[in-house]
Nanobody, 119 residues
Framework: QVQLVESGGGLVQAGGSLRLSCVAS????????MGWFRQAPGKEREFVAE????????YTASSVMGRFTVSRDNANNMVYLQMNALKPEDTAVYYC????????????WGQGTQVTVSS
């Protein structure tokens, strides 16, 4: 089992940048595929990006491709989401998630961190 805690959210102007961090508990962090999701008010949770266990493969949603980058540091149990050129429509609660089976659903979730982009 793994526990996830996100940080780094906040208020930023459109065009600005933020870097979200997620720290995971446990000694087997490198055994988990990691993902980022977001949920805007009144909308369903949506996929943002994910990264493989080793970090050599990433996948990013088309809505944020070219602006958001996911990375991880297995030595420190960390996963990051670098967000550039932020838009008001990026406003949401951002969640970190983990799973051990790449083809399965995300099982473990953090509590979320709020990102607000002002126009």
């Amino acid at each position: 089992q793994v526990q996830l805690v996100e940080s780094g959210g906040g208020l930023v102007q459109a065009g600005g940048s933020l870097r979200l961090s997620c720290v995971a508990s446990g000694r087997t962090f490198s055994s988990y595929q990691m993902g980022w999701f977001r949920q805007a008010p009144g909308k369903e949770r949506e996929f943002v990006a994910e990264i493989s266990m080793s970090g050599d493969s990433t996948y990013t949603a088309s809505s944020v491709m070219g602006r958001f980058t996911v990375s991880r540091d297995n030595a420190n149990n960390m996963v990051y989401l670098q967000m550039n050129a932020l838009k008001p429509e990026d406003t949401a609660v951002y969640y970190c998630a983990a799973k051990r089976i790449p083809s399965g659903p995300y099982v473990y979730w953090g509590q979320g961190t709020q990102v607000t982009v002002s126009s």
